[in-house]
């Protein structure tokens, strides 16, 4: 009987939280402009669309992005595995992975969107232009639509690797 441990599941849902977490706010720093797809729909029709280089630099983005998400959740299915003999329940390994990348949802929608985007508003992540347009970031409607929309993605994500780990 394989099982799953809440333990791994924060430990690996925090590594997956912090590390994206860099990413995410380093190239908000960076260019918050890469972000432009997330932004509100006014902001988004304020500020010129992107240039060549900005989306050869979001395609790199969304890559090391993706490629520490694969990265994190490889290690997460190889420490469930070693847990629990070499072997796992596709159950057991899609609640695993499911949990994991909510951890992530969960503090990307509290920690980066509500508490450091919504309320403290660092000048960083204000597109040049769109000053007057930050009260949208306080559009709790929007960040709870994300949210969902994140539940739904880490289902169908975990569906393959639940898959690949269990047989």
């Not at 799953?4 to 260019?31: E, F, H, K």
């Amino acid at each position: 009987m394989t099982t799953l441990s809440l333990t791994s599941v924060l430990v690996d849902g925090l590594i997956l939280s912090l590390g994206l977490s860099i990413v995410i706010l380093g190239s908000l720093y960076a260019n918050p402009r890469l972000w432009l797809h997330d932004y509100p729909t006014a902001m988004q029709q304020r500020v010129p669309p992107l240039t060549g280089a900005e989306k050869r630099a979001r395609l790199a983005l969304t890559a090391l992005f993706l490629g520490m998400g694969f990265a994190a959740l490889v290690y997460s299915g190889t420490r469930l595995l070693a847990a629990n003999g070499g072997t796992v329940s596709f159950l057991t390994a899609f609640v695993h992975f499911f949990l994991v990348m909510n951890i992530f949802n969960l503090f990307d929608a509290v920690v980066l969107d509500l508490v450091t985007i919504a309320l403290l508003k660092p000048r960083f992540v204000v597109l040049p232009g769109t000053e007057d347009l930050v009260y949208l970031f306080e559009d709790w409607g929007m960040h709870l639509r994300n949210y969902l929309k994140g539940i739904i993605i880490c289902a169908a994500i975990s569906i393959p690797a639940a898959l690949v780990v269990a047989f």
